[in-house]
């Protein structure tokens, strides 16, 4: 297996290991009580050698946990502590989705807070100072884990399902898996929040082959993501420029890198990347927040309704 060596990151940590459409999807349907295998191939659309493939990885990674009756069969599939902390990203990723897509099904979900029993959408607010955590309102600098990371090039096969094959109904940010489900994609995007914005700064800073990372660029174009602006003429150079549609997916990578701080840091060293709120000049500890009441969103106080019938 060929590798290559980037700098320590939580959020490439964080998507070596779930950074796949199907693992996403898999996780996805869990959280919504789907947990038996028959269950999540019908509802995935998924063949049955790469669901087999899927739950075995997502349960050496501890992010599935598999129980079976008194005789040893009819296993189920249960979420971990791990699985469960990602549900910040979760509400972070339906909140994008409802921004930018005209998505029927999505739209007639609601959200109510129960303890409030307001409907909401969900905010990613600092924890100190209250107010939303946005591109353009934070400082990266290097944290005590800043080193350098081994890394496998090629895990797993992308997919070519389109999200919008998919037939689950409760798939509820598709256009945000078909994305981020390619931990390569999902790199490049990562990386734009740093000011990248050049061909050969990506290179640099993530050196897999350059055709993938120009079909990355191209396809991030093309959904609208990034923008390419020309900055010199002769000879002609371009450079990929954040829309405010990718600008808007910050809070989902945020809440994406706090989970591989606490969940992906094998060595125990600390946060690779230290982020400061320039609002408060506090560093960023994001908590998913409740529009009407401020309060912290937790999983069991959340509820979704779909048509006026909970989900």
Same mark, same amino acid.
């Given at each position: 297996?060929?590798?290559?060596?980037?700098?320590?990151?939580?959020?490439?940590?964080?998507?070596?290991?779930?950074?796949?459409?199907?693992?996403?999807?898999?996780?996805?349907?869990?959280?919504?009580?789907?947990?038996?295998?028959?269950?999540?191939?019908?509802?995935?659309?998924?063949?049955?050698?790469?669901?087999?493939?899927?739950?075995?990885?997502?349960?050496?990674?501890?992010? !599935?946990?598999?129980? #079976?009756?008194?005789?040893?069969?009819?296993?189920?599939?249960?979420?971990?502590?791990?699985?469960?902390?990602?549900?910040?990203?979760?509400?972070?990723?339906?909140?994008?989705?409802?921004?930018? $897509?005209?998505?029927?099904?999505?739209?007639?979900?609601?959200?109510?807070?129960?303890?409030?029993?307001?409907?909401?959408?969900?905010?990613?607010?600092?924890?100190?100072?209250?107010?939303?955590?946005?591109?353009?309102?934070?400082?990266?600098?290097?944290?005590?884990?800043?080193?350098?990371?081994?890394?496998?090039?090629?895990?797993?096969?992308?997919?070519?399902?389109?999200?919008?094959?998919?037939?689950?109904?409760? *798939?509820?940010?598709?256009?945000?898996?078909?994305?981020?489900?390619?931990?390569?994609?999902?790199?490049?995007?990562?990386?734009?929040?740093?000011?990248?914005?050049?061909?050969?700064?990506?290179?640099?800073?993530?050196?897999? *082959?350059?055709?993938?990372?120009?079909?990355?660029?191209?396809?991030?174009?093309?959904?609208?993501? $990034?923008?390419?602006?020309?900055?010199?003429?002769?000879?002609?150079?371009?450079?990929?420029?954040?829309?405010?549609?990718?600008?808007?997916?910050?809070?989902?990578? !945020?809440?994406?890198?706090?989970?591989?701080?606490?969940?992906?840091?094998?060595?125990?060293?600390?946060?690779?990347?230290?982020?400061?709120? #320039?609002?408060?000049?506090?560093?960023?500890? *994001?908590?998913?927040?409740?529009?009407?009441?401020?309060?912290?969103?937790?999983?069991?106080?959340?509820?979704?309704?779909?048509?006026?019938?909970?989900?």
């Amino acid at each position: 297996m060929s590798e290559l060596i980037t700098r320590a990151s939580s959020i490439n940590r964080a998507l070596d290991q779930i950074g796949d459409k199907w693992c996403l999807l898999i996780i996805q349907e869990v959280l919504w009580g789907i947990n038996t295998f028959n269950e999540m191939m019908e509802a995935m659309g998924v063949s049955r050698g790469v669901l087999s493939n899927r739950l075995k990885w997502l349960q050496d990674i501890d992010c !599935l946990r598999r129980e #079976t009756d008194a005789a040893g069969r009819h296993p189920t599939y249960h979420l971990t502590s791990k699985t469960i902390d990602l549900y910040d990203c979760a509400l972070m990723a339906i909140r994008w989705e409802r921004n930018w $897509f005209d998505n029927p099904q999505l739209d007639n979900v609601q959200l109510r807070h129960r303890s409030c029993g307001q409907t909401f959408q969900p905010q990613l607010r600092c924890g100190h100072c209250s107010d939303q955590v946005i591109l353009g309102e934070v400082r990266f600098q290097p944290g005590p884990g800043a080193t350098r990371d081994v890394r496998e090039k090629k895990v797993r096969r992308r997919s070519s399902i389109a999200a919008s094959q998919i037939p689950s109904r409760r *798939a509820l940010y598709r256009n945000l898996i078909n994305l981020v489900g390619d931990r390569w994609t999902a790199n490049v995007i990562a990386l734009s929040f740093h000011g990248i914005t050049r061909f050969e700064e990506f290179h640099t800073e993530l050196p897999v *082959a350059t055709n993938i990372l120009a079909d990355r660029l191209k396809l991030l174009v093309e959904e609208g993501v $990034f923008v390419q602006v020309v900055y010199q003429e002769r000879p002609l150079r371009q450079e990929y420029q954040l829309t405010d549609k990718g600008r808007d997916m910050f809070p989902w990578f !945020l809440a994406l890198l706090q989970w591989g701080d606490k969940w992906c840091d094998p060595q125990g060293k600390g946060a690779p990347m230290l982020v400061t709120h #320039t609002g408060c000049n506090e560093p960023v500890e *994001a908590e998913v927040c409740c529009s009407e009441c401020g309060k912290h969103l937790l999983a069991h106080d959340v509820e979704f309704t779909l048509n006026g019938k909970v989900m």
